[in-house]
């Protein structure tokens, strides 16, 4: 999960203005608007932050251990693959999710469990409506950057030279073109 700045301000913005299901007023209505997106942001880039070191560190144990490379240059396993599988075996030992799912549930339990913990935000909505409705914010959000990640990945496989994922030049070239549909849609 890759969320840029501006969809995570966006997806905080809309949580921020949720409105009750029965009426024209908000859900949530914290003391100090700003301080609580704050608060809100800083929970998704933890999450992310998360996500990331489990990449980088799969991504360096496939270019620095010798038996890994052996595998991965005898072609035996896919560097894809073998990638997929030890970020599973880091996130798992760190206790992190990599699914779509996982991430989701965290992300929404740890912003619930910050509203319930912050007396300085009033609640307008049932627990159980308001978990949903932050659920369903974020879902649209993480589909939205997979749509952007899967326009990448089709880019990249139109490329005369094959690129293996995981790869030093596979990663430039996935970054340089995640940037450029990012500030295509405005998001960067």
């Known amino acids: 999960m890759r969320l840029p700045k501006k969809l995570i301000e966006r997806v905080v913005d809309r949580i921020l203005e949720m409105k009750v299901d029965e009426g024209d ?3 949530l209505e914290p003391f100090d608007k700003e301080v609580f997106r704050k608060k809100l942001i800083e929970i998704f880039k933890r999450v992310i932050e998360l996500e990331r070191k489990v990449h980088e560190e799969a991504l360096k ?11 991965i240059d005898s072609g035996s396993v896919e560097q894809n693959k ?3 599988k030890v970020k599973e075996i880091i996130a798992e030992r760190m206790g992190v999710g990599l699914t779509k799912s996982d ?12 509203i319930e913990r912050d007396e300085d935000v009033e609640i307008y909505e049932d627990y159980d409506l308001l978990r ?3 659920r369903k914010i974020i879902k649209d959000a993480i589909e939205e950057e997979e749509e952007i990640d899967r326009e990448v990945r089709k880019r990249i496989r139109k490329y005369s030279r ?4 995981g790869s030093r030049e596979w990663e430039l070239m996935y970054k340089k ?3 450029d549909i990012l500030i295509q849609k405005g998001l960067l």
């Open 132 to 134: 949903r409705k932050i």
């Open 82 to 84: 073998a990638l997929r």
């Open 25 to 27: 007023y908000l859900a």
């Open 177 to 179: 073109i995640y940037e």
């Open 103 to 114: 991430l989701i549930n965290q992300i929404t339990n740890e912003i619930v469990s910050l």
């Open 162 to 165: 094959r690129l293996v994922e």
């Open 61 to 71: 144990i496939l270019r620095t251990n010798e038996e890994a490379r052996k595998i």
